[in-house]
């Protein structure tokens, strides 16, 4: 059975930074490229960061995170981590965690496998 786990969402002040985590369990980690996406109230779900490796050359971010969010990847726990500095109002959403078969690399579409949601709050 695939387990993505997600941890370390909460409220944030403007300018915070939070790091989430997501735990996979029930796949082969290293043959799945990962994926963060957020929702908010009223908007579309968009992806925020994608990896396939630990190596720069090998992420992507949406424009809105670009420079704050650093996504990165421990195969060996299985885990991936979205850490957010310089926190906004405007990245206040439900953060998800997805993961996609190298296989459907090519797609543009997100993977079958989505975590629980972590609920990310930057207010005053």
């Known amino acids: 059975q695939v387990q993505l786990v997600e941890s370390g969402g909460g409220l944030v002040q403007p300018g915070g930074s939070l790091r989430l985590s997501c735990a996979a369990s029930g796949i082969t980690f290293s043959a799945y490229v990962m994926g963060w996406y957020r929702q908010a109230p009223g908007k579309q779900r968009e992806l925020v960061a994608v990896?396939?490796?630990?190596?720069?050359?090998?992420?992507n971010y949406a424009d809105a995170v670009k420079g704050r969010f650093t996504i990165s990847r421990d195969n060996a726990k299985n885990t991936v981590y979205l850490q957010m500095n310089s926190l906004k109002p405007e990245d206040t959403a439900v953060y998800y965690c997805n993961a996609k078969s190298v296989r459907l690399a090519a797609s543009r579409l997100p993977g079958a496998y989505w975590g629980q949601g972590t609920q990310v709050t930057v207010s005053s």
């Open positions: 990896i396939r490796t630990s190596s720069s050359d090998n992420t």
